[in-house]
Each structure stands twice: as structure tokens, then as C-alpha cells.
């Protein structure tokens, strides 16, 4: 069973910083895309950024780029999203999903960023 | 930037209707690369659609896809009591992958 789990949220201040981890297991976490993808309360969903497999190549939304940075690690078999200089607009439950060409066929259950002073 | 469109915003069914969804991209979608996913409140989205016809592993044939180009649809036939949620589209065919602004289905 596929499973993503994620942690790292929680309430920081604008300007601030936080990392994100997200643990996968169910599948070979060397062959697969994964990503983050949020949810503002109460509104849409807005992909944030992707991982290639080698962990090579990264692709992030311009809103977030040069402030977030993604990366992997495959003994931990974890995904890592850190985030610098938030502001109240990354506001938003974080979703950890597994990335299979662009489909986001898998989720896990999210965890929540606020930030504000 | 690909934006996706949903129509309607909210769409009052009763139980055992169809529900039809609509999803345009301002632009073609390549290869038809375009997903439907549904998000119940409190709980995480789940993919329903993906290659803007085929259902993913485990979703019920009640739920069809279909369309091209830049147009396309989402049906549910026979609406059961656990199929009012939101539906979101998405497009892969370009980054940044985008989604849709979502339809209610509400009875």
C-alpha cells in the first residue's frame, strides 16, 4: 500500500523559515516523481513544485521560486521541502504526493502552514 | 501558463442523477493530458481521471471521462450519497501544472 506521511508544519512568523518532510513507503521511491502540492483554507489546489527520481531536477510555481527548495533523501526514503522568506500567502495545508508524469496519483493526508505575526 | 476553467461552480443534483463537469483549458491540452480528482471535506484529493478518459485503479465506471483538445468532461451516472464533493481538473502537459478552480457537487 502506497503511503506518504507528512510532517513540519506549523505556525511561523512572515519572513520566517520551515522545512517540510514527507516519509513514502509502498513503492520503489527510486522510480518516481514526487511533489508537494497546497491547499489555501478554503480554496483550490496550486501545485508547488516536483523532484525527479535522481533527484536531479526540480521544478517549482514561480510564486515560490528562490524561496523554497525541494530536495530527496533515499536511505530516509523522504522528500524534504524547505521554505524560506514565507509569507501570508503560503498559508495552506501541504500535500505530499507521489508525481507519476504529472499525474498526482497518490496523496497523503497533508499538514498545515500558517504563517502569521 | 495553462488556466482551467470549471463550470458550473456549483452543481445541485439529486441522488441517483447524472452530474456533468466541465473543464476548459485556455489553451490544447497535449496529448490530452488532463485529470479529474474528487476531494471530500476534510480529507485529502483522490485521483478519479487521469489521460482525460481512463479511471484509475479502483474508481467505480459510474464515474467517465471524456473530451479533447481543450474541452472536456467529467460524468457521474447514478450519483450515490459519497459522490458529493468537490472535483477538481488538472492539466500535465505543461509546467506549471495547473488546476481547475473546482465544481461542488451538492445534492
Known amino acids: 500500500e502506497v503511503q506518504l506521511v507528512e510532517s513540519g508544519g506549523g505556525l511561523v512568523q512572515p519572513g520566517g523559515s520551515l522545512r517540510l518532510s514527507c516519509t513514502a513507503s509502498g513503492f520503489n521511491f527510486y522510480y518516481y516523481w514526487v511533489a508537494w502540492v497546497r491547499q489555501a483554507p478554503g480554496k483550490g489546489l496550486e501545485w508547488v513544485a516536483s523532484?525527479?527520481?535522481?533527484?536531479?531536477?526540480?521544478y517549482y510555481v514561480d510564486s515560490v521560486e528562490g524561496r523554497f527548495t525541494l530536495s530527496r533523501d533515499y536511505a530516509e526514503r523522504s522528500l524534504y521541502l524547505q521554505m524560506n522568506n514565507l509569507r501570508g500567502e503560503d498559508t495552506a495545508i501541504y500535500y505530499c504526493?507521489?508525481?507519476?508524469?504529472?499525474?498526482?496519483?497518490?496523496w497523503g493526508q497533508g499538514t498545515l502552514v500558517t504563517v502569521s505575526s | 501558463e495553462i488556466v482551467l476553467t470549471q463550470s458550473p461552480g456549483t452543481l445541485s443534483v439529486s441522488p441517483g442523477e447524472r452530474a456533468t463537469l466541465s473543464c476548459r483549458a485556455s489553451?490544447?491540452?497535449?496529448?490530452?493530458?488532463l485529470a479529474w480528482y474528487q476531494q471530500k471535506p476534510g480529507q485529502s484529493p483522490r485521483l478519479l481521471v487521469y489521460?482525460?478518459?481512463t479511471r484509475a485503479t479502483g474508481i467505480p465506471d459510474r464515474f467517465s471521462g471524456s473530451g479533447s483538445g481543450a474541452d472536456f468532461t467529467l460524468t457521474i451516472s447514478g450519483l450515490g450519497p459519497e459522490d458529493f464533493a468537490m472535483y477538481y481538473c488538472?492539466?500535465?502537459?505543461?509546467?506549471?501544472?495547473?488546476f481547475g478552480q473546482g465544481t461542488k457537487v451538492e445534492i
Open positions: 489521460g482525460a478518459t
Open positions: 488538472q492539466q500535465y502537459t505543461t509546467l506549471p501544472r495547473t
Open positions: 489553451q490544447n491540452v497535449g496529448n490530452n493530458y
Open positions: 523532484i525527479d527520481p535522481h533527484g536531479n531536477d526540480t
Open positions: 504526493v507521489r508525481d507519476t508524469f504529472g499525474v498526482f496519483d497518490f
